[in-house]
């Protein structure tokens, strides 16, 4: 079986790259590098049955000869900048909209029955249900967010006419090794600036749901091999909730730091768009048997880990 995985270089996309192959798939990464590495797809080009494409999503003449022979598309490929969307919308009407118009356009090309998408906890806007399922109503509060749901609804209706079956799951934010940006990103960064004060977006009370991507790439795997219906939509999430101060104490205990002062931002919002509480169901997936295994604590002492052994991240960003 082949598997041809958009933004396979990126945090998430490498790590459900390694965990195909080694689950005996052939797979193709398709990945311009804007914010993938090489390095990430070191254990992946040790098998043979690995191939890299250097290429834009954006290039439909590359794009669908690169996909010919696939029996599944992973589509991770996005902008995943979610704060940016105040100033650039068109680039995630492009990166995101125009990016999965073209993947669908090549599937049906090449005939592939097959899509697991990379959606978004930011398609709920701000809920008011927690924690918040699948079928909840919601107001879009971002282009980050509009541009997934988008994605998932162009997902779907080639799914109608082409008879693709489709595996969308709607990520919390995801933490563990190869990450690159967000919350723990910028406080490490910050921190290594400047040790004794901490800037924070917002009043600090934002409280998300993290998820290891261990145990993210474990819950997309149990959906692949166990949904059936022609179109399935996972949240995928922890059960617990940390707030940003809380993760600013973990990255601070790590960094081997005290007294930091914590200049918070003011407002219940870090930025326009951002949500003050995420917190996912996910009785749809654990009905398949899924469960996260890595509490969030630990997954963001990891996460400061790996970033202070791997500074080169830090500042390429
Ligand atoms: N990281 C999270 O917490 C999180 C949360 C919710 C949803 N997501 C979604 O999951 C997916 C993966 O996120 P990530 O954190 O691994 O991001 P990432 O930025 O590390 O990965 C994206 C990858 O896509 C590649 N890419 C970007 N634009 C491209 C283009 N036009 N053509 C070819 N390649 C291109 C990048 O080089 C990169 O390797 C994205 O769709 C993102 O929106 C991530």
Excluded at 229 to 245: K, P
Excluded at 256 to 281: C, E, M
Aim: glycine share 10%; aromatic share 10%; charged share 25%.
């Amino acid at each position: 079986m082949r598997a041809f995985v958009t933004g396979g270089a990126g945090f998430i996309g490498s790590h459900l790259t390694d965990r195909l192959l080694a689950e005996g798939w052939e797979v193709v990464v398709y990945d311009d590098f804007s914010t993938g590495y090489e390095v990430f797809l070191g254990g992946a080009r040790a098998h043979d049955a690995f191939h890299l494409v250097r290429g834009d999503v954006l290039d439909a003449a590359k794009l669908t000869p690169a996909m010919e022979g696939a029996d599944l598309v992973c589509h991770l490929q996005a902008n995943a900048d979610v704060r940016g969307g105040p100033l650039a919308p068109r680039r995630d009407l492009e990166q995101n909209v125009g990016a999965t118009f073209n993947v669908l356009s090549a599937m049906r090309e090449n005939l592939v029955p097959r899509i697991l998408f990379s959606s978004s906890a930011a398609v709920y806007g701000e809920p008011s249900v927690f924690p918040t399922p699948e079928s909840a109503e919601a107001v879009q509060t971002s282009v980050y967010g509009a541009s997934k749901l988008a994605g998932e609804a162009f997902i779907q209706a080639f799914g109608e006419y082409d008879e693709i079956r489709s595996y969308i799951f709607r990520f919390v934010s995801f933490i563990g090794e190869r990450y690159t940006h967000g919350v723990v990103f910028d406080f490490v960064k910050k921190l290594r600036a400047n040790p004794r004060e901490l800037e924070v977006l917002g009043d600090g009370r934002q409280k998300k749901s993290y998820l290891h991507v261990a145990d993210g790439v474990q819950g997309m795997m149990t959906a692949l091999s166990k949904a059936g219906a022609r179109a399935n939509v996972f949240n995928l999430g922890h059960d617990d909730c940390l707030n940003v101060l809380a993760v600013a104490d973990l990255v601070c205990e790590e960094m081997g730091l005290s007294g930091v002062r914590y200049r918070t931002t003011g407002g219940t919002r870090g930025w326009k768009g951002d949500a003050p509480f995420v917190h996912l169901d996910t009785t749809r997936l654990r009905s398949l048997g899924w469960a996260p295994t890595i509490p969030i604590e630990d997954g963001i002492r990891a996460t400061t880990r790996y970033l202070l052994a791997h500074p080169d991240l830090l500042e390429r960003r």
